[in-house]
């Protein structure tokens, strides 16, 4: 799900953020409303969430919470651009949540910060999306369940295509000449974000690299990912992109008001598109960079953490296995009722019935042939690093084997603290 549309920031840190607990230290808490009731009995639980901008979605969290009879569950919504800062902030207070939702990143497996879940995610392991289970599992224990997946891919204008006489892309470099030939004086060929950072581990997958080895090593710096960065500069030079929108990619607006034939976003602004186009949609994976690589979705989304230094642990645990493993009901339902997500759970995947058919379809097949997950030893520091190498390369037309270079020397760092 996106954010929420009015803020200034970049989903991508969001969907990716783990700032580091000792980070936050500095931060103040999140206000001194902090939704408990009693004295930390057990009877009461908080849960975090960002404010997402679909219509609904605080009332629809609100209602599941509602409905659990076993403790009185309050939910802080979070607005602002900052969710990560104080979620991360309230973490290290007397006031901080029992569950909050983010994304698996090892830093807090290894602070001892959320709870070991493979007691109620083990006996329904199997009906899980695998690669979910395993960008949750450090050495054989399971952290978080999984709320929903998010792919991510083009969405373009048939329409248009089909007046400029164009095939759907399936290499950069034919992206690059659609680009072109969709560019008019009131329109532009494609947008990618504000930032160009959005799409960048698409880049390394489409190139046919990684992130990581298998064994926690650099995986790169390879001269396809290279040749991607150059031709990527070649498209922010050529006049073609959309440049500094009035929002961002997680935001459709771009794409729905005409402003771009093509745009990089996520299968939850679907209805959105659908409402103010119609038909005149389709989608696309990122495509093949080089003669190695093949095109390439990336699964964002959102999982459910317990605080394993809160006072309730195991009441928290009893919530999440309720709301997030036991009611397929309310699952679907914030999967698909409020932009379209799939649930990571397969049998719900499989019966969804607003995903059996149209875009929303083609989105899930896409994932399923495309789709690539996040690995939780890939950090944030790392994140940040290769986003220079982005910056450097292709706004500041840096060479892009000296930047991947200098990247992999930083992320060598961060392994090795991390790993050894």
């Known amino acids: 799900m996106s954010a ?27 206000g001194s409303n902090t939704g408990r009731s009693g004295d930390g009995s057990g009877d009461a639980l908080v849960q975090y969430f960002h404010a997402y901008g679909e219509a609904g979605v605080e009332q629809a969290v609100k209602r599941y919470a509602k409905a659990y009879k076993d403790a009185n569950v309050t939910t802080q919504w979070i607005t602002g651009s900052n969710f990560e800062q104080k979620l991360f902030a309230a973490l290290l207070t007397k006031n901080a949540p029992d569950v909050f939702e983010f994304h698996p990143q090892i830093q807090l497996i290894k602070s001892g910060q959320v709870a070991d879940l493979t007691d109620i995610v083990e006996p329904v392991k199997d009906d899980f999306n695998q690669a979910d289970i395993k960008s949750h599992t450090v050495d054989g224990k399971i952290y978080g369940v999984r709320m929903i997946d998010d792919p ?19 290499t950069l470099e034919e992206l690059l000449e659609a680009a072109e030939k969709l560019t008019t004086n009131k329109v532009k060929g494609a947008y990618l974000g504000n930032n160009l950072t959005a799409f960048q581990h698409n880049l390394i997958w489409s190139a046919g690299a990684d992130t990581l080895t298998a064994d926690n090593k650099p995986a790169f710096n390879t001269d396809g990912v290279a040749e991607g960065l150059k031709q990527l500069r070649s498209l922010f030079t050529s006049g073609n992109l959309l440049l500094d929108a009035p929002a961002d990619w997680w935001d459709p607006s771009a794409f729905t008001q005409g402003l771009t034939a093509i745009q990089w976003c996520g ?38 953490f317990v605080n394993a230094k809160g006072k309730n642990v195991e009441a928290a645990k009893e919530y999440v296995k309720w709301l997030w493993i036991d009611q397929k009901k309310y699952q679907e339902d914030f999967a698909t009722s409020y932009g379209f997500h799939i649930p990571p759970r397969t049998s719900l995947a499989e019966s969804a019935s607003k995903l059996q058919s149209g875009l929303p379809a083609e989105g899930v097949k896409l994932f399923n042939e495309f789709g690539h ?10 994140i940040a690093s290769f986003n220079d190498v982005m910056a450097n390369s292709v706004r500041k037309n840096g060479d892009p084997k000296a930047q991947l270079a200098a990247c992999e020397k930083k992320v060598d760092t961060e392994l090795k603290k991390l790993f050894g």
Not at 280 to 302: A, L, M, T
């Open 373 to 382: 997950f996040d690995n939780i030893g890939w950090t944030q520091a790392m």
């Open 152 to 170: 991510q891919f083009f969405f373009y204008r048939p329409s248009m295509f089909e007046k400029a006489k164009i095939e759907v892309p399936t």
């Open 4 to 30: 929420s549309s009015n803020m200034n920031w970049d989903r991508r840190n969001v969907l990716r953020a783990a700032m580091g607990l000792a980070a936050a230290g500095g931060l103040a808490a999140c």
């Open 267 to 304: 299968m939850w602004a679907m209805p959105a598109m659908q409402k103010a186009l119609g038909d005149d949609i389709g989608i696309f994976p990122f495509p093949k960079v080089g003669s190695s690589g093949k095109e390439s979705v990336y699964n964002g989304g959102w999982s459910m």
